[in-house]
């Protein structure tokens, strides 16, 4: 990599602006999200969220997931993370259907993001642990 673009990479950093690199190595700079931002969308998708109560050790489920956002604010693609524990427990594996469901639910949608920060929250990783519910 040159010097150059590790100085950009360095001052970006430093500015703390998120960064994407693109296969046709571009870098796109966008704003981050702020607090607020985030956590009018915890609230939003919480609250489509039911949280399986029967599962043992609800309030240790934390489901993370890799998410696909369209520009007008739709999930386009979601998945969970941790496919192996998501074939393996059964527990994990309904908490984290119930996560998803929560993204794609269509009352949580579109979902309540900046369009301006497009750039920034086209792919998210969002997580979702019960202790915030419960």
């Not at 700079?29 to 609250?47: K, M, N, S, W």
């Not at 489920?61 to 998501?86: A, F, Y």
């Not at 969002?126 to 915030?132: A, G």
Request: proline share 7%; glycine share 0%; net charge negative.
């Amino acid at each position: 990599m040159s010097k150059i673009v590790l100085l950009l990479l360095a001052l970006v950093f430093t500015v703390g602006l998120f960064v994407s690199c693109r296969a046709s190595d571009t870098i796109v700079l966008a704003p981050p999200l702020t607090i607020t931002d985030e956590d009018a969308l915890r609230h939003q998708v919480y609250q489509c969220w039911n949280v399986p109560m029967s599962a043992v050790n609800a309030a240790d489920l934390i489901v993370q997931l890799s998410v696909d956002i369209n520009p007008d604010r739709t999930v386009q693609h979601v998945e969970v993370v941790d496919q192996k524990r998501m074939e393996t427990d059964p527990y994990f594996r309904a908490a984290a259907e119930s996560a998803m469901r929560a993204l794609t639910n269509p009352k949580c949608s579109p979902l309540v993001l900046p369009p301006e920060k497009y750039q920034t929250w086209k792919h998210l990783n969002f997580s979702f642990n019960p202790k915030d519910v419960l």
